[in-house]
């Protein structure tokens, strides 16, 4: 049996964290996981039952309720996000969760949560996770950690591009780019982890290259480290 490793991709926000790990998971037969569609459905959830943040009593009971899982679409050729048994994937991707992610990613009950579902899909390898904690918290002994970053207005005018692509014609880049700043700050600055590289992260900024070359980069990575452990 061939080795399987664990892969941690962490970064900011739309710098292809997504992209990079479903391009992994295909190419080594792993299983993706998308975190951050995990927190986004969460937000989502309170959003509908229009539960304060500040209740936690009643988001603990909501987490109680319901359950995040990943179904793999032939026709689209990813993982689509569920809670319990609807298809929440479009929803979840609105700039209205985008506003309050960070927001409900800063709960600690919400954060346990989550991590330990995500802990348990990691316990038998070949998983290639991406977020903004996988690395420090989620896989903190994932053979290979990777952290994306990319320069702010490229981000913006790809978040962009992805939303304009799904029929929302509302949503100027002035309005992308203001979130993605609010939520990075939001996000390295929270107290209950924040985003960060893992000391031991591989850093790659994608600001100039196409999603072929940072996949070859990304393969080699894993393959290095696939053949030390062999």
């Given at each position: 049996?061939?080795?399987?490793?664990?892969?941690?991709?962490?970064?900011y926000s739309?710098?292809?964290k997504?992209?990079?790990?479903?391009?992994l998971?295909?190419?080594?037969?792993?299983?993706?996981?998308?975190?951050?569609?995990?927190?986004r459905?969460?937000?989502?959830a309170?959003?509908?039952?229009?539960?304060?943040l500040?209740?936690?009593?009643?988001?603990?009971d909501?987490?109680?309720?319901?359950?995040?899982?990943f179904?793999?679409?032939?026709?689209?050729?990813?993982?689509?996000?569920y809670?319990?048994?609807?298809?929440?994937?479009?929803?979840i991707?609105?700039?209205?969760?985008?506003?309050?992610?960070?927001?409900?990613?800063?709960?600690?009950?919400?954060?346990?949560?989550?991590?330990?579902?995500?802990?348990?899909?990691?316990?038998?390898?070949?998983?290639?996770?991406?977020?903004?904690?996988?690395?420090?918290?989620?896989?903190?002994?994932?053979?290979?950690?990777?952290?994306?970053t990319?320069?702010?207005?490229?981000?913006?005018?790809r978040?962009h591009?992805?939303?304009?692509s799904?029929?929302?014609?509302?949503?100027?880049?002035?309005?992308?780019?203001?979130?993605?700043?609010?939520?990075?700050?939001?996000?390295s600055?929270r107290?209950i982890?924040?985003?960060?590289?893992?000391?031991?992260a591989?850093?790659?900024?994608?600001?100039?290259?196409?999603?072929?070359?940072?996949?070859?980069?990304?393969?080699?990575?894993?393959?290095?480290?696939?053949?030390?452990?062999?």
């Amino acid at each position: 049996m061939s080795t399987k490793i664990n892969i941690a991709i962490d970064g900011y926000s739309s710098c292809g964290k997504g992209t990079l790990a479903k391009a992994l998971a295909h190419h080594f037969n792993y299983l993706f996981v998308d975190s951050g569609a995990m927190y986004r459905a969460v937000t989502w959830a309170i959003q509908k039952e229009k539960i304060e943040l500040t209740k936690i009593d009643k988001v603990s009971d909501l987490l109680s309720r319901i359950n995040i899982r990943f179904v793999y679409s032939e026709q689209d050729k990813f993982y689509q996000t569920y809670i319990n048994d609807q298809n929440l994937e479009k929803e979840i991707r609105s700039m209205e969760v985008s506003r309050y992610v960070s927001e409900v990613s800063a709960i600690k009950e919400v954060r346990d949560f989550l991590v330990n579902q995500q802990q348990q899909i990691g316990l038998h390898k070949g998983v290639v996770m991406d977020g903004r904690d996988i690395g420090t918290v989620v896989f903190p002994d994932a053979e290979l950690k990777i952290f994306m970053t990319a320069r702010p207005e490229v981000r913006a005018q790809r978040r962009h591009h992805e939303i304009v692509s799904r029929g929302d014609t509302h949503t100027s880049y002035n309005d992308v780019l203001s979130n993605l700043t609010e939520r990075d700050s939001m996000d390295s600055s929270r107290s209950i982890s924040p985003l960060k590289p893992a000391s031991d992260a591989l850093v790659l900024d994608n600001s100039e290259m196409t999603r072929e070359q940072q996949l070859t980069i990304a393969i080699d990575w894993v393959n290095d480290i696939i053949k030390n452990l062999s």
